[in-house]
């Protein structure tokens, strides 16, 4: 056991003291103005656009001028689906500016960034931005940590319970069982009030000091992670109740049904426990011969026996009949609860977000219990097989039921993560570009390893004996101390032998079977397997999506490629004489902000067309911007120009081409095209 202690806690620290901040689960794909941008004149706002959607806060979004002084309202708003804006004062000078956002993605996770864009032209700044991402730094440490406690928590919990209903009953009276399931129950519930402390500094300023700031906690309560992280308090509230009647009401059942009663009573065979003979008297058989002078009454006292062993067998139905129906409450009150424990995490993470969220959460909620089954009750089965009494070893059907059970349980997680894989990675290039399919690729090597040796494990099962045979050496135990002796100093020392003794011989009991040795052996080894598992699990859920990073790349790129200047040319016909023609407008850089645009005019046989008037007009219709007129000047024979067209947002601009060839004669033709 000190082993797999020290094995956990190498993990834990080899994993969580490397790890980088949480990677964020929303990716910024768009600004306006865009990142490096020149405007010609001070916008009124600046928008984000996300993966995803994001919750914001006062003071999400600030933008700096070029000392460092804010300019932003500081009240964000949602101004369509992903995309957020914030308004900005009037007047800003020229120079550049920087924005800052740091928000919380839709799956609870941090994300933050900056970017910065020019008014007139680039200048000196005088920000400086922390180094320090959101949900990094020592509360983003302490987060993980907590994170990484809860899910050992809740699997030592429900699996640890699930083991002794469904495979072991005789274990709810079990010292070392009752600890391991309740030590789930306090590391639970310790790192659910840690975390709900931490929420508030981790998504925001990652200061220390914050942590107990009752503010940030009122602000926390009211998100759909502090409300998961509530409802997971309640539920461990019913779940200690349930503890407390498994460890309590149902393990003296347990004790009071035994086969051999302690006093009085028959045993197993129908004998009486006293050693007595069968008739309950000294001088008389079960048919009333051989009866002593003075016992007439002998065949009445057969006959009251008889009554009494058919009470017995009566009160043992009804107490049997009894701890079905408790056994069946607790079973049915104990899947409650895990399932809305397990439903604490998938209403707050990957599984709330993204496509198919109304099969990903039920799913999630199945996978996570079968790794609660799985692995919590492969750690009950190694506290049995090493710390239970020698008197009280696991037998050979409650070890092949969990056989049974482990195999269900790896059935269905192999289900459900197979969804979850194509559900959060989409595609093979992101399950080897990514960090999410990288880290995925480990864990499914990890699980192989894991089914491997518990393939081992079911070998040793089906090996097993009942009982292991009690053929250890017998060892001397050291003599008392004479009654009298005063000696308290060595009554201590012999006490302390004496228990030194009882351990070497339950440890030498339970190695005299060479079968249950492999089988503990290859439990611990199944165990520590299952460490590294739980601790790379871990750093996976707070890992963007490979499927969301995919698509904030694609995005960012269709953003930020342009190879030369949007080019388009529309026919056109004013209806008068001499009036067809084609008009081409180029628009360079064809990105948010500002654009130069050309248009130029011609006839069918492709020469410059002297036209009196050209006038154009941009709208985006998806957000009832517009029409934005822009009226070119004329630079020679058919071609006109306008510097600093100001695009203010991305998206499927339709663009308006009104040509004059007369006084009376005109026609505006329209083309849609993308724009940033």
């Known amino acids: 056991m000190r082993t797999l202690l020290l094995l956990f806690l190498a993990v834990t620290g080899a994993v969580l003291a490397g790890a980088a901040p949480a990677s964020a689960h929303a990716a910024l794909t768009g600004s306006n103005p865009q990142q490096g941008a020149v405007v010609t004149q001070a916008p009124d706002q600046v928008s984000l656009t996300f993966s995803e959607k994001v919750a914001m806060s006062d003071g999400a979004v600030r933008v700096l001028d070029p000392k460092g002084k804010r300019v932003d309202t500081g009240k964000p708003f949602e101004a369509d689906g992903t995309t957020y804006g914030v308004k900005l004062h009037s007047g800003l000078p020229d120079g550049t500016f920087t924005v800052t956002y740091q928000v919380v993605s839709a799956d609870s996770h941090p994300v933050s960034g900056a970017f910065t864009f020019s008014i007139g032209a680039p200048s000196q700044t005088s920000v400086a931005l922390s180094g320090t991402a959101a949900g990094g730094g020592v509360v983003g440490t302490l987060y993980d940590i907590g994170r990484y406690v809860s899910y050992a928590g809740f699997i030592l919990l429900v699996g640890g319970a699930a083991f002794v209903l469904a495979c072991w009953q005789r274990g709810a009276g079990i010292r070392a069982v009752q600890r391991l399931v309740v030590s789930g129950w306090l590391a639970l519930t310790g790192a659910t009030l840690a975390l709900l402390l931490l929420r508030g500094s981790y998504v925001g300023s990652g200061r220390i000091g914050d942590i107990?700031?009752?503010?940030?906690?009122?602000?926390?309560?009211?998100?759909?992670?502090?409300?998961?992280?509530?409802?997971?308090?309640?539920?461990?509230?019913?779940?200690?109740?349930?503890?407390?009647?498994?460890?309590?009401?149902?393990?003296?059942?347990?004790?009071?049904?035994?086969?051999?009663?302690?006093?009085?009573?028959?045993?197993?065979?129908?004998?009486?426990?006293?050693?007595?003979?069968?008739?309950?008297?000294?001088g008389a058989d079960r048919t009333g011969a051989g009866v002593r002078p003075g016992a007439e009454g002998a065949g009445t006292d057969d006959r009251a026996e008889d009554g009494d062993r058919a009470e017995d067998a009566e009160a043992r139905d009804l107490a049997a009949t009894d701890r079905r129906d408790l056994t069946f409450g607790l079973a049915i009150g104990g899947t409650v609860v895990a399932a809305g424990l397990a439903?604490?995490?998938?209403?707050?993470?990957?599984?709330?977000?993204?496509?198919?969220?109304?099969?990903?959460?039920?799913?999630?909620?199945?996978?996570?219990?079968?790794?609660?089954?799985?692995?919590?009750?492969?750690?009950?089965?190694?506290?049995?097989?090493?710390?239970?009494?020698?008197?009280?070893?696991?037998?050979?059907?409650?070890v092949r039921r969990f056989s049974r059970v482990a195999f269900g349980g790896v059935t269905v997680l192999a289900a459900t993560g197979i969804y979850q894989s194509w559900r959060q990675v989409g595609s093979w290039s992101a399950l080897t570009g990514t960090s999410y399919g990288q880290l995925l690729l480990v864990k499914v090597a990890l699980v192989a390893v894991l089914v491997g040796i518990a393939w081992i494990s079911r070998r040793w099962t089906a090996q097993l004996s009942e009982a292991p045979a009690d053929v250890a050496p017998p060892v001397e135990e050291p003599a008392t101390v004479a009654a009298g002796s005063g000696d308290a100093r060595r009554a201590a020392q012999l006490a302390r032998q004496r228990a030194a003794v009882a351990t070497t011989r339950q440890?030498?009991?339970?190695?005299?079977?060479?079968?249950?040795?492999?089988?503990?052996?290859?439990?611990?080894?199944?165990?520590?397997?299952?460490?590294?598992?739980?601790?790379?699990?871990?750093?996976?859920?707070?890992?963007?999506?490979?499927?969301?990073?995919?698509?904030?790349?694609?995005?960012t790129a269709a953003a930020s490629q342009r190879s030369g200047p949007l080019s388009l040319k529309i026919p056109f016909d004013t209806g008068g004489e001499d009036g067809k023609g084609t008009v081409e407008v180029t628009l360079d850089p064809a990105r948010v902000g500002s654009d130069e645009m050309h248009v130029f005019v011609v006839r069918p046989n492709g020469k410059a067309f002297d036209v009196p008037e050209v006038k154009v007009a941009f709208t985006l219709e998806a957000k009832k911007i517009g029409p934005l007129p822009v009226a070119p000047d004329r630079i020679a024979t058919g071609h006109w120009s306008a510097i600093g067209v100001q695009i203010p947002m991305a998206g499927d601009w339709k663009i308006a081409v009104t040509v004059r060839t007369s006084d009376i004669d005109q026609a505006t033709v329209t083309k849609n095209a993308k724009i940033g």
């Open 507 to 555: 440890k030498r009991v339970r190695d005299a079977d060479p079968v249950r040795t492999g089988l503990r052996r290859s439990v611990l080894a199944e165990t520590g397997v299952a460490i590294v598992l739980l601790a790379v699990t871990t750093v996976l859920t707070s890992t963007e999506p490979g499927r969301t990073e995919e698509e904030a790349r694609g995005a």
């Open 343 to 398: 439903a604490s995490w998938a209403m707050a993470e990957h599984a709330s977000t993204g496509i198919q969220t109304g099969l990903a959460m039920p799913v999630d909620v199945l996978h996570l219990l079968a790794v609660a089954v799985w692995l919590g009750g492969l750690s009950t089965l190694l506290v049995a097989l090493f710390r239970a009494p020698a008197g009280e070893q696991i037998e050979a059907a409650a």
């Open 212 to 282: 107990f700031d009752l503010s940030l906690l009122a602000q926390v309560l009211q998100t759909k992670s502090g409300a998961a992280l509530v409802s997971r308090l309640l539920l461990l509230a019913a779940a200690a109740l349930f503890i407390a009647v498994l460890f309590g009401a149902y393990a003296r059942r347990d004790e009071d049904e035994e086969p051999v009663r302690e006093t009085g009573g028959e045993d197993a065979t129908g004998a009486p426990a006293d050693g007595g003979d069968p008739a309950g008297t000294s």
